[in-house]
């Protein structure tokens, strides 16, 4: 007899004290308190506008607030870990203080942040380098033991767009998530929630492969996140820069949804929040 889907329990995540519960899609927020992000780079001028656009996001539909203060696009200049924690830590604070039911991610792939985060009220941990960037990431999530996003990522952000290259881009990255599941279960640690890292390390071709082939990695058991907002591979392909990437983003968010996502990563809230109505009405029907 089979398993009707609604029979199914959904994932679910503590997180100190909250709950994520991954029974429909849910809505990451971007929050980048960067000067240099490849969208809304320089978008902040004080804490009062940060939390300004945290309210924003919350009232429009954003479930997680994901606040990032080192820019991860292509070529960026690497921070060190000193300037990204203050850049971060006032930010981080105050959104926790002024929004305490709220779940905070921070995008970082610094072990280091990633604690101090969690000192400073952080929920989860999104992880651009999916552990390789940083070598003591997955002790430090083990023991933190909020969800952590991992992300796949060929290369750093300062090389990772120089000659991509797969042989099946598709069965390297679920490899990679099993290899680094795996090393993860070895520290008693599963609340993971994985991107196959849309843009980073990737040709054109890869990322709509990826896109297309995204419920391939449903069977690994874990929640999956497709970040695509304003993105080159939206750009690219309908002559779109950033600021007008809006429309395709919202395309490519509901074929995410429709081929398994279960959390978009999105600097537009109201947008994602009706590509999900509207997508769950769709399959429901």
Known sequence: MSTKISEI??????CKGKIITFNAPLIMGIVNITPDSF??????STVKDVLNDVEEKIKQGAHIIDIGAASTRPN???LSDTEEWERLKENLNEIRKTF???LISVDTYRASIAKQSA???ADIINDIGGGNLDKNMFATVAELDLPYVLMHIQGTPQTMQINPHYQNVLQEIKS???LKIELLAKLNFKKIILDPGFGFGKTLENNYT?????DQFSNLGFPILAGISR?????KVIGTNPVTALNGTTVLNTIALLNGAQLLRVHDVSEAKQAIELTEFYKNA
């Open 9 to 14: 329990k959904p994932i679910e995540y503590s």
């Open 39 to 44: 969208y809304d780079g320089g978008k902040y």
């Open 76 to 78: 960026a200049i690497e």
């Open 100 to 102: 305490p039911n709220t």
């Open 119 to 121: 000192e400073y009220g």
């Open 176 to 178: 990679n998530f099993e």
């Open 210 to 214: 990826l896109l297309k082939g995204i």
């Open 231 to 235: 993105k080159a591979m939206i750009n």
